[in-house]
Antibody, heavy 125, light 110 residues
């Protein structure tokens, strides 16, 4: 079965960087994009960007451009999200989520289907 | 800046039917946005309910259904149960790999 297992909680000081990992299993890692989504306490879901594990291509939400970097290590089926210049407002649970693009008989759809368990990142001095 | 709109809160009686909607601040939602719906309870990761407008994810009961109603995507829950009390999020595909989530709807069953 498809699983996305994320790294553990992190506590960082303002100005530091954090790198969260997301290990995929149960499917071919390079065949599906990985999205990163965050959720501040009591707030909604916020899409941060995507990464294609095959090519390494990425696309970031405008809000995070210049501060976020999404990478992967295909040999261990793991995606990474690094966020720099952390501030208190970055305190949130960060999720990785698989993106599926399927085309059958000329009809295509795209969806975010499987989610990791989430990683709490706390930014505090 | 594209904004995806959802009702902040909604309530439904047990056994009742409720329709949550997902719109755009400017324009209409169509199937081309591949609207999806997620259910989230406190402390848990989102659970995929509906994708590509109206396709139920594996294991999702058929009392959850998705559609386009007018100019919005819609999630209808028929025969609401107590454990349907959750936050519900929609997401729309903007192209080029980009997604935008709605602000979420807090559903109360009482």
């Amino acid at each position: 079965q498809v699983q996305l297992v994320q790294s553990g909680a992190e506590v960082k000081k303002p100005g530091a960087s954090v790198k969260v990992s997301c290990k995929a299993s149960g499917y071919t890692f390079t065949s599906y994009d990985i999205n990163w989504v965050r959720q501040a306490t009591g707030q909604g879901l916020e899409w941060m960007g995507w990464m294609n594990p095959n090519s390494g291509n990425t696309g970031y939400a405008q809000k995070f451009q210049g501060r976020v970097t999404m990478t992967r290590n295909t040999s261990i089926s793991t995606a990474y999200m690094e966020l720099s210049s952390l501030r208190s407002e970055d305190t949130a649970v960060y999720y990785c989520a698989r993106d599926v693009l399927d085309c059958t008989n000329g009809v295509c759809y795209q969806a975010i289907d499987y989610w990791g368990q989430g990683t709490l990142v706390t930014v505090s001095s | 800046q594209t904004v995806v709109t959802q009702e902040p809160s909604f309530s439904v009686s047990p056994g009742g039917t409720v329709t949550l909607t997902c719109g755009l601040s400017s324009g209409s939602v169509s199937t081309s946005y591949y609207p999806s719906w997620y259910q989230q309870t406190p402390g848990q990761a989102p659970r995929t309910l509906i994708y590509s407008t109206n396709t139920r994810s594996s294991g999702v009961p058929d009392r959850f259904s998705g559609s386009i109603l007018g100019n919005k995507a819609a999630l209808t829950i028929t025969g609401a149960q107590a454990d349907d009390e959750s936050d519900y999020y929609c997401v729309l595909y903007m192209g080029s790999g980009d997604w935008v989530f709605g602000g979420g709807t807090k559903l109360t069953v009482l």
